[in-house]
């Protein structure tokens, strides 16, 4: 939301009210300390000048705030409250509650992903289901299992440097993460989502900018699932530029590291993709406490 423009939704209208409110005081000060200045007392103009600096960041924090929801409400036709926390649970990372909750959370996603799988079985959508940065292999074994159980016929593939991540860019991607984060050989990983007893199953090893661009992803003519985990800015632009002709319509289409910022990571990388796409449109269908993003892709005419 922009001064001045109408707001869309309550959050909008609040976060205009604090903008507002912040701003007043902001200016209020600016005009004490040209009065300051005048009568030349140094030593208050200063502190209340570093004071106007972090009211100033605090506006600017709030802006962007403010753009990222609306653009979000614009672009997906929903209010999604941006969270405080993250993960959205106030039980501590590593203990017991925290852990209940979070796999709890982890059992009730993988079964609303064998539900969006049947959707799509059942509508006759036809397409290979694909991850990029599958890691250790939880997600992967996670949809193998499910097409096993579905007898679906589909091809499952796991993208993966199996290195770990690249190095991270430190302002895209916010110092979050590391280079080599979650590194697991392409022989673990195989091993531990069961390939070799999997012929539908093929794990590609390789940084995405190679191996998305030559054979076998290049062969992969419709993708009707795409989960992207790989974390940073430009592993999502890579696999985005990738899925841009083979997402067929109907496909779904999983964030799992949206940010709530319009200049970061997997949701910078989206936010340049759709701009480029305009026979794409895309139904928000959920978001967890992950900040797991689950749309569904229509292309137009
Ligand atoms: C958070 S982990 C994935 C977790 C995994 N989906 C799971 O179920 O446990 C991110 C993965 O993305 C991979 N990755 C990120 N960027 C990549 C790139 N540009 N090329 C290849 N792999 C990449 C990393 O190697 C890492 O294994």
Request: hydrophobic content about 45%.
């Amino acid at each position: 939301m922009h001064r001045g423009a109408e707001p869309s939704t309550p959050d909008a209208a609040l976060l205009e009210r604090l903008r507002a409110l912040v701003g007043a005081e902001h200016d209020a000060m600016l005009a004490l300390i040209d009065r300051l200045a005048a009568s030349a007392d140094a030593a208050e103009t200063g502190r209340l000048r570093a004071e106007n600096a972090a009211l100033r960041a605090q506006i600017q924090a709030l802006d962007l705030h403010a753009s990222y929801e609306a653009w979000f409400n614009a672009t997906f036709a929903t209010n999604l409250r941006t969270p405080n926390t993250w993960p959205f649970t106030t039980f501590e990372i590593g203990t017991p509650w925290c852990d209940k909750v979070v796999y709890g959370m982890q059992d009730g996603e993988f079964l609303f992903a064998e539900h969006l799988i049947e959707q799509l079985d059942a509508a006759g959508i036809a397409g290979d289901i694909v991850e990029f940065g599958t890691a250790g292999g939880t997600w992967i074994k996670t949809l193998a299992s499910i097409i096993e159980r579905r007898q679906n016929g589909r091809r499952l593939w796991g993208f993966d440097s199996f290195q770990g991540l690249p190095e991270p860019d430190p302002v895209r991607d916010g110092g979050i993460w590391h280079a080599g984060q979650y590194a697991a050989s392409l022989e673990e990983v195989s091993q531990a989502v069961g390939a070799g007893r999997r012929p539908f199953l093929t794990l590609v090893a390789g940084w995405f900018q190679d191996s998305l661009a030559r054979a076998p992803a290049t062969a992969i003519a419709s993708i009707a699932y795409a989960r992207i985990d790989s974390d940073l800015y430009a592993s999502a632009v890579d696999c985005l530029r990738y899925l841009a002709p083979r997402l067929v319509d109907g496909a779904i289409l999983v964030f799992d590291d949206w940010q709530f910022s319009l200049n970061h990571g997997e949701t910078l990388a989206f936010r340049e993709w759709i701009g480029t796409q305009p026979d794409l449109e895309f139904e928000f269908l959920g978001m967890n406490m992950w900040a797991h993003l689950y749309l569904r892709v229509r292309r137009r005419g």
